[in-house]
């Protein structure tokens, strides 16, 4: 694709919401008073250069006239030259080299004065000229006397601009995969004043930051205006850093990255309207199409408020941002939970001072987290797995033809095609019968396990930016052709094998893929695994002639009937045909069918450039199609292609990498989970500029088995201090829990509100450690891409910093950041649970045989899952905070790896000296931390233990929980490593001589 047809591409693409929101007047940006100054001194200095660059090699040559006129070569020297073979005269050499600079200042002088003329032209007129590349700083002269002089000195430059535009929304990008978007009504006035932002990433220039942004690289300076808090840097506009975040003018919109313009494109959009209210369509067009169905309205009902509730606040709010995600919560849900899933089956392979491996790409899981709904998701999948529950005792025929779920901002509506007024409680009826509704204060009932979901084919078509989503049951609609343009079509096929892949309500469904390339392919394999099967259109037509052979009992009444079994596995057949001669049809009238085609069979959807879906048979307006383009489900692929890579059966790659070196100075020789390394390896290993602590006196390096040590044993001085005011409520010293459920001990006043949300600010900035976080850092960290104004976060920290209170020293433990480096940082002396637990293990290893004591100190650290339940929202309304840990050294996973490993140690120790009650204390430890139970290595010791005290039947139970738990039949079926030392410690259980 040329740079042309992108930018029209990218221009039919920013366009998509128009209809949403109601654009606000374009205003011309008004520089201040600073920014004027700044540009008459720019002007002025520019004017200077160019004067002295254009009329200065003149002027001096006639000033020097008389000096230099004697050496100029006579008619004699030239006469010389010619007749006579021997050397030139010097003269003539000098006069030479003088006329080849004469020519090149000329061409360089009058290509300044043009570009300069160009650009005033581009400014003012909007007249673009072809313009040679100059040098950088004559194109720096060029720019600021051009940018200056038309708009007059120390005057602001106006342009008539269309109102601010919003990013195209479909799903993943391939360099900002982005977060969801929410509300803007409670945005700080500071954020709305622009319409959007630019972080600047390395190697990028104004100059083509504002081609990027603005579609012309002429208007830099006004970019440059926009920002004068940058003006201080000498260099500045010609030289910007990476971190950096620009305002924008109002009508700037995202043409895409290019070469020298990669950063990340923020945008916030004018408030929105409320969602809008579909009605119901007179009449259906195409009668022969597909049998008439009743249309509903899926506008929201009042729905019961929850009670006590309160106003959000506006920095614990789901703010805008700027991509594809932001009408995908529901998908990054799944996807998110499916990611942890997988890393759950991993850690069974993981090996003793080891970790899971780290994503590849963590910025794409953080934004994935961002954007992820899992309220929605555990509140519709409960839901459809009460369904089969609450409708067991209605007869058959009164059963709801469901075929659709309007999912909105405080409540879930099934959409029928018939009236039913007789909804079973929690739902209720609205008053034409075609809507149940589930509030959100509803209670379901408790499920048991192993319930079916009512609608196992449901799957997101179209979202609205505010967060509503509307899915359809596809095994009920049969055929579903998707028309319109095609690289949304394409997309959106994409996304609904994605969705399927990888929902929780899909169960066993058997998803049939038709016609996508080879590379779409492998990667929609990638995420859904055994549910996705890639086929021709001859093997997609067997698959569905067998499904049509099995009998035609009504799906919804078996599901019904048996909650727990229900009817045979549905069958979903997507297929993208590439014209209109090679259009799949339906394949009988139980198999959903979505058709990428050209031309309509029984259901319709067309979907516009703009990405807005149109229904002839659902009225839904305000709706814009969900979709997956190929680049965002490559990102995607890799993510998880990282985890499953590692999964039972391949023998390519180990499932975990060794655990890196720590960074901190106080932990030199030991690795970031406080074990020690052995001696070789400690100089080897240099401090990685990423913090993940504070300060605290330093350790050894060793293995687990006893080695040569590089420093003396015991030399933490300070942590038997530290430790005892860890554990005295009197202390004056900030405490900050991570070993379990997040908790921070603060001498002031908490906040009235969002305490958890200032609890994650202190735990970012101690995971920092000295490094701290600048302004940028932490919008990126606590809003991923998403635009914060400067005074939402200093409020945000004045109101911890007042929490925290004061030190000994009577320094606050949040000081402002008003150093050099503007970065926020906790004062030294804080005591973080997690470099506690580090210290004490460190000293342990250090110790030896002796330093059991202080590997149960560090294990009574541990109060539980670390971080349990922090990343949860508290509703769809907020944002999903925690959303940096996958860039960190304290992912919940990592710690329990840590504790595991912790405790294996202490569990060695306690067994060489017959210590039972204190190896079983240490087990319970370790899956206090790890309640999923994934790793083995605690189940291993707890057989140890067992076997050691000769309860043979304790071992056999433990032995069948294990295969139990990890889904196998016999424990042959084990890992490889967990088998073995099976074997190895008891032959006779197993029967193995």
């Known amino acids: 694709m040329s740079d042309q047809e992108g930018d029209r591409d990218a221009d039919r693409r920013i366009t998509r919401l128009d209809s949403v929101w109601e654009p606000a007047p374009a205003t011309p940006p008004q520089p201040s008073l600073r920014a004027r100054a700044g540009r008459t001194v720019r002007f002025f200095w520019s004017l200077l250069g160019v004067l002295a660059f254009v009329g200065g090699p003149p002027a001096a040559a006639m000033l020097t006239y008389q000096w230099w006129r004697t050496y100029l070569p006579t008619a004699a020297d030239l006469e010389t030259l010619l007749n006579d073979s021997g050397q030139a005269p010097v003269s003539l050499i000098v006069t030479g080299a003088a006329g080849v600079l004469a020519v090149l200042w000329l061409v360089l002088a009058a290509t300044l004065l043009y ?8 400014v003012t007129a909007g007249i673009r000229l072809p313009r040679p590349r100059l040098p950088g700083p004559l194109r720096t002269l060029a720019a600021g006397l051009a940018g200056t002089a038309a708009a007059g000195v120390g005057g602001s430059v106006a342009f008539a601009s269309p109102p601010a535009a919003v990013s195209h929304i479909d799903a993943v990008p391939a360099a900002q995969p982005a977060a969801r978007l929410g509300t803007t009504a409670s945005l700080p006035q500071e954020a709305a004043a622009a319409a959007s932002r630019y972080r600047v990433a390395d190697g990028d220039w104004m100059w083509h930051i504002s ?15 926009l920002n004068p808090q940058y003006a201080t840097d000498p260099d500045f506009p010609d030289v910007i850093a990476p971190g950096w975040t620009l305002n924008l003018p109002t009508e700037a919109h995202d043409r895409g990255p290019r070469p020298h313009a990669r950063g990340t494109y923020l945008t916030a959009p004018p408030p929105p309207k409320r969602a809008p209210s579909p009605t119901a369509r007179p009449e259906r067009p195409e009668a022969d199409a597909a049998p008439a169905l009743p249309t509903p309205d899926i506008t929201e009902a009042p729905t019961r408020s929850a009670p006590d509730s309160e106003e959000p606040d506006p920095l614990d709010l789901a703010l805008p941002v700027t991509a594809a995600l932001a009408t995908s919560g529901l998908l990054a849900a799944l996807l998110a939970g499916r990611l942890h899933r997988q890393r759950t089956r991993a850690r069974q392979h993981r090996r003793l001072h080891h970790r899971l491996t780290a994503a590849p790409e963590p910025h794409t899981e953080t934004t994935v987290r961002a954007a992820a709904r899992p309220a929605d998701v555990a509140r519709l999948d409960h839901a459809l797995r009460a369904l089969p529950l609450l409708l067991r005792d209605t007869p058959a025929d009164r059963l709801p033809d469901i075929i659709a779920v309007w999912i909105g901002q405080d409540s879930l509506h099934l959409i ?6 007789d909804a079973p409680l929690p739902f209720l009826a609205d008053t034409t019968g075609r809507r149940w509704v589930l509030d959100a204060d509803a209670t379901l009932p408790t499920l048991t396990g192993g319930e079916v979901a009512l609608l196992p084919t449901l799957v997101t078509i179209a979202s609205h930016p505010e967060g509503h989503h509307l899915l359809v049951d596809l095994e009920r609609i049969g055929v579903l052709s998707i028309t319109g343009d095609s690289r949304q079509t394409t997309n959106m ?34 995420l859904g695994g055994h549910r996705i099967r890639i086929t021709t259109p001859a093997q997609a037509a067997v698959l569905a002639h067998r499904w049509d052979a099995l009998p035609s009992n009504s799906p919804l009444a078996s599901r019904i009937r048996d909650a727990h079994h229900g009817p045979p ?10 014209d209109d001669s090679n259009t799949i049809s339906g394949y009988g009238s139980g198999s959903p069918e979505v058709a990428a085609a050209r031309t309509e069979s029984r259901f319709g959807l067309r979907i516009d450039a703009d990405g807005v879906v149109v229904l002839d048979w659902l009225d839904a307006t305000g709706l814009y199609a969900t979709g997956l383009p190929a680049d965002q489900l490559a990102n995607l692929a890799r993510l998880f292609r990282s985890v499953q890579s590692r999964q039972p059966g391949t023998r390519t790659t180990p499932a975990d990498e060794p655990v890196p070196p720590a960074t901190e100075e106080w932990a030199h020789g030991t690795d970031v989970h406080g074990h020690l390394l052995p001696t070789a390896d400690t100089t080897a290993a240099e401090p990685d500029p990423k913090p993940t602590g504070d300060v605290a006196p330093g350790s050894v390096p060793a293995d687990e088995v006893p080695a040569p040590r590089s420093r003396k044993p015991h030399d933490d001085a300070t942590l038997d201090a530290d430790l005892a005011d860890w554990h005295d ?17 603060a001498a002031g006043p908490p906040p009235d509100e969002r305490l958890r949300f200032h609890r994650e600010i202190v735990v970012y900035l101690a995971a920092r450690g000295r490094h701290g976080a600048t302004g940028e850092q932490l919008d990126a960290a606590l809003w991923p891409e998403t635009i914060v104004s400067p005074r939402s976060r200093r409020v945000a920290m004045s109101r911890t910093r007042r929490w925290l209170s004061e030190a000994t020293d009577g320094e606050p433990w949040l000081p402002p950041n008003n150093s050099v480096d503007r970065t926020y940082r906790l004062h030294d002396g804080y005591l973080l649970d997690w470099h506690l637990f580090r210290r004490l293990r460190t000293r342990a290893e250090t110790a030896g045989p002796d330093g059991a004591a202080d590997l149960r100190r560090a294990l009574e650290l541990v109060r539980g899952q670390p971080l349990a339940g922090a990343d949860l929202a508290y509703s769809t309304r907020y944002r999903t905070p925690y959303a940096w840990l996958p860039d960190s050294d304290i992912q919940p996973h990592h710690l329990v ?28 430890i370790a899956w206090q931390a790890d309640q999923e139970r994934a790793d083995d290595h605690p189940w291993l010791d707890a057989i140890r233990i067992a076997h050691r005290a000769g309860h043979r039947a304790e071992v056999r139970t433990l032995l069948d929980d294990l295969v139990q738990a990890r889904e196998a039949e016999v424990p042959e079926d084990l890992t490889a490593a967990t088998y073995r030392e099976i074997i190895t410690l008891m032959p006779d259980i197993l029967q193995v001589e």
């Open 115 to 122: 570009v300069t003329a160009a650009e005033i032209l581009a």
């Open 211 to 225: 081609a990027r942004t603005l579609g012309t690289a002429d208007r830099y300076l006004e970019i440059a205006d």
């Open 416 to 421: 029928l095609t018939a009236p039913a007024v």
């Open 493 to 526: 096929l994409r996304y609904l094998a994605t969705e399927l892949a990888t929902s929780t309500w899909c169960d066993d469904t058997d998803i049939a893929v038709v016609g996508l390339n080879p590379t779409d392919a492998e990667h929609l394999t990638t």
């Open 569 to 578: 596995t549905p069958l979903v057949i997507l297929t993208a045909t590439p």
């Open 729 to 745: 409520p009197a202390t004056g010293r900030l405490r900050i829990a991570i070993l379990g459920p997040v908790d921070v001990q």
């Open 897 to 924: 790896s840590a504790i595991i490993d912790t405790a294996h140690q202490y569990v060695r120790l306690c067994l060489d000296a017959d210590d039972l009650v204190g190896a079983r204390w240490a087990v319970d």
